[in-house]
């Protein structure tokens, strides 16, 4: 082999192997980068682009190609997204929130909870990290977030279930949700075993007294943060009615007291005030004033029927972070408007 071809070869073997450990030829790279702009951004030809850089169009088509094959190029349906951000500026400035995410609906009629709960999983993924303690309360829409956490090892993370659950056998039980929560970052988790509701207000406090709940209580009090959702009372839809904590009777008198929703069977009305009724007494659940104190309160929700309940619950807790469907929030915004 002459000298010239195995210098040749040297050079192409130095190239591809530069690209192989992602240090690219800088004029290659540069002139790939150019063009990438010149069709995306600048909305160029490429027999416009061939003509600028001086190369064939073949080579500008293959530029492009692999410019997106490096993740150079990232498209988005940036209108869309527009509207979305717009509508969570809106709704974060009429409530005075921190941050909204909005989760897109192809339908105004699909159920909310497949979209809020992939927001809710992408966002706590996001935003969890070592030594955290968490609260958490428990429902259908916290239970589908499940799915959507990135799980990973945690050192010192703690989740504390701020409510007590059910003790009837069912297909699932919502207020495990803590301990799955916790399994998948692989901290401690924290159960009140204890039905969210009991029977009298003696049966309570020897629950929290002389049964040893009392120790979860307290680490309730010194919460890094909190994540919540709402039930509505206007449906039978909501987790108390549907697993049977509420019954009609319940149902109707909280109603006549202007009850709209609750949070961890904590009842609220519009204007963000616990309502006076005796149920309050036999919940075993974190008072709303703990919740109010976590410096992190995290509300994620929606649902034709939850407007009310939603707009009581920004009064009640002020969230720093709410999220949300997009067909909820422009409700939300709507009944906020009226209310004027």
């Known amino acids: 082999m002459s000298d010239r071809r195995k210098r040749t070869n040297t050079t192409a073997n130095q190239k591809k192997a530069a690209l192989d450990v992602g240090q690219p030829d800088t004029k290659i790279s540069r002139m790939r980068m150019r063009a990438a702009w010149m069709y995306y951004i600048e909305q160029m030809t490429q027999n416009e682009i061939a003509e600028i850089l001086g190369v064939g169009r073949v080579t500008i088509v293959r530029m492009l190609a692999e410019a997106r094959a490096r993740n150079e190029v990232k498209i988005g349906i940036q209108g869309y997204l527009s509207d979305l951000i717009a509508l969570e500026r809106q709704v974060e400035q009429q409530f005075g929130l921190e941050k909204v995410i909005i989760a897109p609906l192809s339908h105004p009629d699909n159920d909310p909870i497949p979209a809020i709960s992939a927001a809710t999983g992408a966002y706590l993924s996001g935003v969890v990290s070592n ?57 401690d988790g924290y159960l009140i075993p204890a039905p969210a509701m009991v029977d009298s207000v003696e ?8 049964c040893g709940l009392k120790s979860v209580f307290e680490m309730a009090e010194d919460l890094d943060l909190v994540l919540l959702s709402v039930g509505a009372i206007e449906t039978a839809s909501s987790t108390p009615y549907r697993i049977g904590f509420l019954n009609e009777g319940h149902q109707s008198s909280l109603a006549e007291r202007g009850a709209v929703g609750d949070l961890l069977f904590h009842f609220y009305d519009k204007e963000g005030r616990l309502v006076d009724h005796p149920i309050h007494d036999l919940v075993m659940s974190v008072g709303i004033d703990t919740v109010q104190r976590v410096p992190v309160r995290v509300l994620t929700s929606g649902g034709k029927e939850k407007i009310n309940a939603l707009y009581g619950a920004m009064k009640l807790i002020r969230p720093t972070v709410f999220i949300t469907d997009e067909e909820s929030a422009r409700q939300l915004l709507v009944v906020a408007q009226t209310e004027l």
Do not use: C, H
């Open 131 to 187: 030594g955290m303690r968490v609260g958490v309360g428990w429902g259908r829409t916290l239970l589908s977030t499940l799915s959507y956490l990135e799980a990973r090892a945690l050192d010192d993370f703690t989740v504390i279930s701020l409510l007590g659950g059910i003790s009837q056998p069912r297909r699932f039980n919502p207020a495990e949700f803590a301990w799955q929560f916790a399994q998948l970052f692989q901290g």
């Open 203 to 210: 049966t309570k406090t020897a629950l929290i007294e002389r």
